[in-house]
């Protein structure tokens, strides 16, 4: 992946409720007062009856103030991948539903309703006829986002919100890969890659979280909150709590449910409950907020219900003849028989080209493009951010291209430039990029590698520059770390956008500098 975390990630892979991991997790529950949900499943091509089913649920936990210190997971965020492909579902049911409610817990997601609607599906296929209705408190990172950037809350938002990766990018300065997204989620035994994804991709919710909390905090955002109730009143039993002065009155406006947490919190807690109440929790012995996530839940928590009408797929509503499932299945099975590149290639001296190949990325291959220009072949990106199929047969036509896509549908439109289409079969950038090079049959010298600027598919100048003319061509452009003025490096400058890159230890190894962040490109 194209993530690298300042802090540890634990992982733990629970694929049974008999395993250590699946006690880990209820102790990690129990101690955390945050926790980032997500979750995978395989991928449909098509509207169909059912929803997907999901196949992995993410839980990131952040241990709460008490959290036990001699604890193997202290100090260490926590990320558990629950294998729902493996897992009776009705023994986490409980589990999970408390959770989903608990008001001592604040639930993290990106646009989870669409995960929460899945996964109660999931759920009452296989038995738990009740599945799952609400989560609350619950707070969403694109509210976050919102948040941060003085945008209320109430306010419509735009109909384009930022995607989770540019938001850890802007937010994080990290670059958070989807590459496997797409991935077929129900495959077992999961690949590393997939681990490392789910677990990254649940856990960078925390970590934008904390960079709100620390804004709040800054901000000194006043709320109403009960001071006093920290951790070493707990140790006072509910009697020494009430008794201290200006406490008491403070007390009575918990809810019911809250004032329990504190009876459970207590040395008291041995004693019968009043009659007629029973505990809220019983699976997760939970412990209250503290009290900065307690102002952040009652000035911006959320929560997410769902309707009946959710819990049904929507059906189309466009009119015409309803096509046999069997010819769709068949076409889109001969759409995938055809994606092999074939045809004259368009680089042709004889079709007017200039002899060397070139390829126009759609979006969903677009990181190719960077890799493909790293071993100095031509890859341009499409001129809009959501192209029509139009727009892309139009550009590779008039370039003279072949078009590198992972869309299906595209394929119908070989026959207006002549089969120039080609579809990428692997997910991973590094394997697309052999894969492209093995079916074309490229041959990359050493020449050629680092020859075209990743930024913007432009040439090199011939001549490199000495230190003094990088400076002086950065000026009010770009930055060079004053760490490389006493290494004698030699520096190239892109003659379209004058991007500057130098060779790091006399291997092809450059770093591409921006002002937020460093990416390396091997």
């Known amino acids: 992946m194209d993530c690298t975390y300042r802090k540890p990630l634990k992982i733990h892979l629970v694929t049974s409720t008999e395993s250590p991991e699946f006690t880990h997790l209820a102790r990690a529950l129990s101690q955390s007062s945050l926790v980032g949900l997500d979750a995978e499943w395989k991928p449909q091509r098509s509207h169909q009856s059912n929803f997907p089913r999901v196949s992995l649920l993410q839980l990131a936990c952040q241990p709460g103030p008490r959290f036990n210190p ?52 999931t759920f009452c296929s296989q038995g738990c006829d009740i599945g799952f209705d609400r989560v609350e408190p619950y707070l969403d990172i694109t509210s976050i986002y919102n948040h941060l950037h003085h945008k209320q809350l109430g306010r419509k938002l735009p109909k384009e919100t930022k995607s989770l990766a540019n938001i850890c990018k802007e937010l994080l300065d990290i670059s958070l890969s989807k590459e496997l997204q797409c991935s077929d989620w129900s495959n077992r035994p999961l690949t590393e890659e997939q681990k490392n994804y789910a677990a990254i991709d649940a856990h960078c919710l925390i970590e ?132 092999d590149w074939q045809g004259p290639p368009p680089w042709d001296l004889s079709l007017g080209g200039d002899g060397y190949p070139k390829f126009l990325c759609d979006v969903m291959v677009e990181g190719l493009a960077k890799h493909l220009r790293c071993v100095g072949i031509d890859a341009a990106t499409p001129r809009s951010k959501k192209p029509e199929p139009r727009e892309l047969i139009d550009q590779t036509s008039k370039e003279k291209r072949v078009l590198l896509t992972r869309d299906a549908k595209l394929l119908r439109h070989q026959y207006l430039i002549k089969n120039q289409i080609y579809r990428v079969k692997s997910l991973l950038k590094n394997q697309q990029l052999l894969e492209v090079i093995e079916a074309f049959q490229l041959k990359i010298s050493e020449d050629q590698l680092m020859s075209r600027c990743t930024k913007c598919n432009g040439r090199f100048i011939q001549k490199p520059l000495s230190t003094e003319e990088a400076v002086e061509a950065a000026k009010g452009f770009q930055r060079i770390p004053d ?23 006399s291997a092809y190894l450059f770093i591409f500098l921006t002002p937020a962040y460093f990416s390396f490109w091997l």
Do not use: H
Not at 104 to 111: H, S, T
């Open 70 to 121: 001699e604890s193997d997971e202290s100090n260490a965020s926590v990320v558990f991948l629950l294998d729902l492909s493996s897992i009776p579902l009705p023994s986490i049911w409980e589990l999970l539903k408390e959770l989903f409610v608990s008001p001592d817990i604040l639930k993290l997601g990106f646009k989870f309703k669409q995960d929460l609607i899945y996964l109660s599906s």
């Open 208 to 339: 934008i979280f904390n960079i709100f909390q620390v804004k709040v905090a800054q901000k000194g955002n006043s709320c109403s909150s009960i001071s006093e109730l920290d951790s070493s009143n707990l140790d006072l039993g509910l009697k020494g709590i009430l008794e201290k002065p200006d406490i008491g009155n403070k007390t009575v406006r918990f809810k019911l449910c809250e004032a329990l947490d504190i009876i459970r919190a207590t040395s008291y807690y041995s004693q019968c409950l009043p009659e007629g109440v029973v505990s809220r929790v019983s699976y997760l012995n939970t412990m209250p907020m503290d009290e900065s996530l307690v102002k952040i839940v009652r000035k911006y928590g959320e929560k997410i219900l769902l309707r009946e009408c959710d819990k049904a797929p929507k059906t189309s509503k466009k009119k015409g003849r309803k096509r046999s499932s069997v010819i769709v299945d068949s076409r889109e099975k001969r759409l995938d028989d055809i994606g």
């Open 483 to 505: 760490c490389l003025f006493d290494k004698n490096l030699q520096f190239w400058q892109c003659m379209d956008c004058n991007q500057l890159y130098w060779e790091v230890m």
